[in-house]
C-alpha cells in the first residue's frame, strides 16, 4: 500500500510541467528531464522517454554542459535499443528503422561533442562515461551488442563509483557475452 501511495505521489508531482514550472534553471530542468526520462525508459514507456530527453536536450541546447548532454543522449541510445530490439522480435520495420535513425543521430550529437574545442567531452570522467555508454548502446541499437564496448562502460562507470550504472553495464555486458556463445 505505501508503495502503491509513493508511485502515485510521484506520478501527480513529478511531472514534467508540474516539477519544470517550478525550476527555472535549465541546467537543473534538463537533470530533472534525465531522471523523468530514466523512469519511463524503466517503465517501459519509450515514447514518455523520449519526450522528456527531446525537451532535456532543448533545454540545455546553448549551455556547455556536455555532461548533462552525454548524459541526455545515452538515456536515448538506451530508448533507441530497447524500442529496436522489440521491432525486431515484432517484424516492424518501420518503428526499428526509426530508432536507427534517432539514434544515429544522439551518437552523431555526442561525438560532436567530444570532438568540440574547449568542449568537456574528453575531459571530465562523467563525460568520458556517456561517450563510451552510447557507443556500447549504438551498437546494440544495430542488434550487436559487443562485449569489449560494455567491458568499457564497466570500468568507466566503476572509476566514477556509480553502482547502479556499472550494475546496468554489467548486465549488457554478460548479455552480449551470452548473445556471443549462441
Not at 37 to 44: H, M, V, Y
Not at 126 to 150: D, I, N, V, Y
Request: proline residues 3%.
Amino acid at each position: 500500500l505505501a508503495e502503491a501511495q509513493l508511485v502515485s505521489n510521484l506520478q501527480t508531482h513529478l511531472t514534467p510541467s508540474a516539477t519544470a514550472s517550478r525550476l527555472t534553471d535549465p541546467q537543473f530542468q534538463g537533470s530533472l528531464h534525465a531522471w523523468l526520462a530514466e523512469l519511463s525508459i524503466w517503465r517501459g514507456d519509450r515514447q514518455t522517454a523520449r519526450a522528456a530527453i527531446d525537451e532535456g536536450l532543448r533545454l540545455i541546447d546553448h549551455s556547455e554542459d556536455d555532461r548533462l548532454a552525454g548524459r541526455l543522449c545515452a538515456l536515448g541510445l538506451q530508448a533507441d535499443a530497447d524500442e529496436a530490439e522489440q521491432a525486431r522480435s515484432a517484424g516492424d520495420r518501420e518503428a526499428e528503422e526509426a530508432a536507427l535513425s534517432s539514434g544515429a543521430a544522439l551518437l552523431d550529437r555526442v561525438r560532436q561533442l567530444t570532438r568540440r574545442p574547449g568542449g568537456q567531452g574528453t575531459e571530465l570522467p562523467e563525460a568520458t562515461w556517456a561517450a563510451l555508454l552510447c557507443e556500447a548502446e549504438h551498437a546494440r541499437l544495430q542488434g550487436r551488442s559487443l562485449p569489449g564496448r560494455w567491458e568499457a562502460v564497466v570500468v568507466a562507470s566503476d572509476a566514477l563509483h556509480h553502482r547502479y550504472r556499472s550494475a546496468y553495464a554489467r548486465w549488457r555486458h554478460a548479455e552480449a557475452l551470452l548473445r556471443g556463445i549462441s
